[in-house]
């Protein structure tokens, strides 16, 4: 058997997905110049047998010293060798003992190993190995014959790296060096050994290499780029290289080499990489591939078809890490386009201070206040008044738009206090309390500018995918951009394709990321609403967040309906919503009266004044004058009298239980059985009009989640409730928690989970009688 250092060689081609090429736009004529076609040099394998690379382990140690005389000779015979046990560790630049003793007193350089191969003589030891060196031989026995084989490699690999390293540190011709690199990358490929250390190795050299040597051409670079192209195909670059590749694509954009080499690099750091945080050069690496596409002819076309790639041609991503990843880019290059701005307010150090580590603290000066990025120069004065000023009511202007809001003494207070220490007001109070706030002059360079269209058209194509919509709106919940990017009217002027996008949405996970996610936070809701930093368009966005869609209330049907949801549009956004409904938009008048409805409003005036609205335009007065019809018959149904109890027949609907409850007063009802029936989710609204219902049983019906979430917002007074045999989920089982009152639950034959029952459990104390038989909880 032969056993070299090169022996293998199989010639099978991996096709990766990586490695296709990313756009038609490049001709046959194109791709072969400066060598493009070298990086698809196949990938080659040894057949037979692969291992991993040693570290260290144990094994037998003989060293034969080369006889000079008859006695030496005697000495140094198979009949009085000795072996030793020691435990040898495969260092970066010899080969040494855990217990330097004996034959291993002293480390064994890899420079002094003039060669290592198998021993083949006859009657040689079993599974040995012969480490040739000066004066001598080191014999090295392992257990069985695929350890032999480990060691074998290994140390030839050590070995080689250590020569590789001291030729490739002090280059003297750089065609001997490419010549070096090629038969480098040669080996790697070639080598039977399976670690990430073996294609890291020979990228970690050349990374180096690059970093002390700066004064290469470009065609030096784009031949040492191609070279290592066959190692970059399953391994990330390491953070050296990233910086070179990043130079190159800042100097040469239209190169062949971006396209034929870093795209698969760029698809497999976005396919596979975790965390961004612990390499951010790959993050910048990737962030100026995607800029070079950019400069290209086709420009953003390109970026699309690349988005594209990333996707795939099917409806669903086989890559989940893809668009966190993609988003995650996005949202570094746009802070990077008001950096200059930011750092101004507060003097932070820049992400290239912080990535160098060259600015230290004492050197920083102090932080600037916000009101110096404001180009109007009396603001100082004018913010002054404004914080000695009681009780003064402000006029927010948006185009046509004017709400009067009402600032109190103690918001005035808040702005003294943020003004008098080191901190700062939001962003979107300032704007919301001053109008010469919204003054803020952002002006950005033409390269931002261009960065800044490149990564916003991104987030639109993201915004496109079905698919990646849901993971998209959470990515950016909360508001992940600097304040700067907000008080930049362009900027949002562009961002508000993709908020369109969540708010046309009809999944809940999508639009409901709309709202802000805690209180005193800002959400996108918030900031394009009338009166908001980003509105420029009198609202329509605010609306079409709440627009009537196929009859099916998109938003509504999640948030507005609850009253906690109109609690907030009253306190908050009540001007805009009236002034909306005032222009005819039917969304706010049907928030308008769902207001009415719920009593949301205590203030008479404040009623009055939204009755005036509603009567003002024609679609206003005719629903509210379907309000007040719905008002009278609701009186009339919760008027006192009627039965206690009351049975549906079997096979009843939701239109039959309609009729039977418009026929009289139910004001007594405490009792009904709708068991057996046909009704659904849709008779919810009917029961939320039974004041003094107590006892509903809906088993063996086609009652859901959406009718649970109704009854458990209004019906809190409900103590028996039997849910057997109804499709009803976790989902709408945990909105039953709200129902303090329940005393009997009967969710027997349900989906229930064991953990949402225990979480009923607790929250439920007056709950005695449980049946979750035939359920997971069971």
């Known amino acids: 058997m032969d056993f070299t250092g090169g022996s293998g060689g199989g010639s099978d081609r991996r096709q990766i997905e990586e490695s296709k090429p990313l756009l038609g736009e490049m001709s046959a004529t194109e791709g072969s110049k400066m060598g493009a076609a070298r990086c698809r040099r196949p990938l080659l394998h040894c057949n037979g047998m692969r291992y991993k690379l040693l570290q260290e382990g144990d094994i037998q140690v003989c060293v034969i010293r080369h006889p000079r005389t008859f006695l030496s000779k005697i000495l140094t015979s198979k009949f009085l060798r000795r072996w030793e046990p020691h435990h040898v560790t495969l260092a970066d630049n010899s080969l040494a003992s855990a217990t330097p003793t004996g034959y291993m007193e002293n480390s064994v350089s890899y420079s002094a190993i003039e060669d290592v191969q198998l021993l083949s003589w006859e009657n040689a030891p079993k599974y040995c190995l012969q480490l040739t060196i000066p004066g001598g031989t080191v014999l090295l026995q392992a257990a069985n014959s695929y350890l032999r084989d480990q060691w074998f490699h290994s140390l030839q690999w050590k070995k080689k790296i250590y020569k590789y390293k001291k030729v490739l540190s002090n280059p003297s011709r750089w065609e001997v060096v490419l010549k070096e690199i090629r038969t480098l990358v040669d080996m790697a490929l070639n080598s039977p050994l399976q670690d990430d250390s073996i294609h890291q190795a020979p990228l970690e050299i050349v990374s180096k290499l690059l970093s002390e040597n700066t004064n290469?051409?470009?065609?030096?670079?784009?031949?040492?780029?191609?070279?290592?192209?066959?190692l970059l195909e399953n391994n990330h670059p390491p953070p050296d290289l990233c910086e070179f590749f990043c130079k190159h694509c800042r100097e040469r954009p239209r190169s062949m080499v971006v396209i034929e080499v870093f795209t698969p690099v760029v698809q497999r750091i976005l396919k596979h990489n975790m965390d961004f945080g612990k390499c951010p050069r790959l993050r910048l690496f990737t962030q100026e591939y995607i800029l070079a596409l950019n400069e290209l002819n086709a420009g953003m076309e390109v970026v699309k078809k690349f988005v594209h790639s990333m996707h795939g041609p099917t409806g669903q991503c086989p890559h989940p890490r893809v668009l966190p990843n993609l988003v995650a880019v996005c949202l570094a290059a746009i802070y990077s386009c008001y950096e200059e701005f930011i750092n101004s307010r507060d003097n932070s150090p820049s992400l290239k201070e912080i990535r160098n580590g060259c600015?230290?603290?004492?050197?920083?000066?102090?932080?600037?206040?916000?009101?110096?990025?404001?180009?109007?120069?009396?603001?100082?004065?004018?913010?002054?008044?404004?914080?000695?000023?009681?009780?003064?009511?402000?006029?927010?202007?948006?185009?046509?738009?004017?709400?009067?809001?009402?600032?109190?003494?103690?918001?005035?207070?808040?702005?003294?206090?943020?003004?008098?220490?080191?901190?700062?007001?939001n962003l979107i109070d300032c704007l919301m309390v001053s109008p010469t706030c919204s003054t803020m002059s952002i002006e950005l360079s033409a390269q931002a500018d261009r960065i800044l269209g490149c990564y916003v058209e991104i987030l639109k194509m993201l915004s496109d995918y079905d698919d990646w919509r849901p993971a998209l709106a959470s990515l950016l919940q909360p508001i992940p951009f600097p304040k700067e990017a907000l008080a930049h009217e362009k900027f949002t002027k562009e961002l508000k394709y993709v908020i369109q996008r969540f708010a046309e949405d009809p999944r809940q996970e999508v639009h409901s990321c709309l709202l802000s996610v805690r209180a005193g936070k800002d959400g996108w809701f918030q900031l394009y609403s009338p009166g908001g930093v980003a509105c420029d368009d009198d609202g329509e966005l605010f609306a079409s967040m709440v627009r009537v869609c196929n009859n099916v209330h998109i938003l509504m049907g999640s948030c507005y309906k609850t009253k906690k949801f109109l609690l907030s549009l009253a306190e908050n956004k009540l001007g805009p919503c009236m002034l909306l409904a005032l222009r005819g938009n039917q969304t706010m008048v049907e928030i308008l009266c769902l207001m009415l409805e719920y009593n949301i409003i205590?203030?008479?005036?404040?009623?009055?004044?939204i009755i005036s609205t509603l009567e003002s335009t024609d679609v206003g007065k005719r629903m509210y004058?379907?309000?007040?019809?719905?008002?009278?018959?609701?009186?009339?149904?919760?008027?006192?009298?009627?039965?206690?109890?009351?049975?549906?027949?079997?096979?009843?609907?939701?239109?039959?239980?309609?009729?039977?409850?418009?026929?009289?007063?139910?004001?007594?009802?405490e009792n009904l059985s709708l068991a057996f029936t046909n009704v659904t989710s849709a008779c919810a609204e009917h029961l939320i009009k039974l004041p003094s219902l107590k006892q509903l049983n809906l088993w063996s019906t086609q009652f859901g989640d959406a009718g649970l979430r109704l009854l458990s917002e209004h019906l809190t007074m409900l103590q028996v409730l039997n849910l057997c045999e109804t499709p009803v989920t976790d989902a709408g089982l945990l909105a039953l928690s709200s129902m303090k009152s329940l005393c009997s639950l009967n969710m027997n034959s349900t989906k229930l989970s064991a953990d949402t029952y225990e979480d009923l459990k607790a929250k439920l104390p007056n709950l005695k009688e449980v049946d979750v038989r035939y359920t997971e909880a069971w």
Do not use: W, Y
């Open 602 to 609: 205590d203030n008479n005036d404040t009623q009055l004044q």
């Open 216 to 230: 290469l051409t470009t065609q030096d670079h784009e031949s040492i780029i191609v070279a290592i192209a066959p």
């Open 625 to 669: 004058e379907q309000l007040c019809d719905r008002q009278r018959e609701l009186k009339e149904l919760q008027r006192k009298g009627g039965p206690t109890r009351l049975t549906l027949p079997s096979k009843s609907t939701d239109a039959d239980l309609a009729r039977l409850l418009s026929s009289g007063s139910f004001g007594n009802l």
């Open 359 to 425: 600015q230290q603290q004492c050197d920083r000066k102090s932080n600037l206040p916000l009101r110096l990025l404001h180009t109007s120069p009396d603001l100082v004065s004018q913010e002054a008044t404004l914080s000695e000023s009681r009780l003064k009511s402000v006029i927010v202007t948006s185009n046509e738009i004017h709400v009067e809001v009402e600032r109190n003494n103690t918001a005035n207070q808040k702005m003294t206090a943020n003004v008098g220490n080191d901190s700062e007001p």
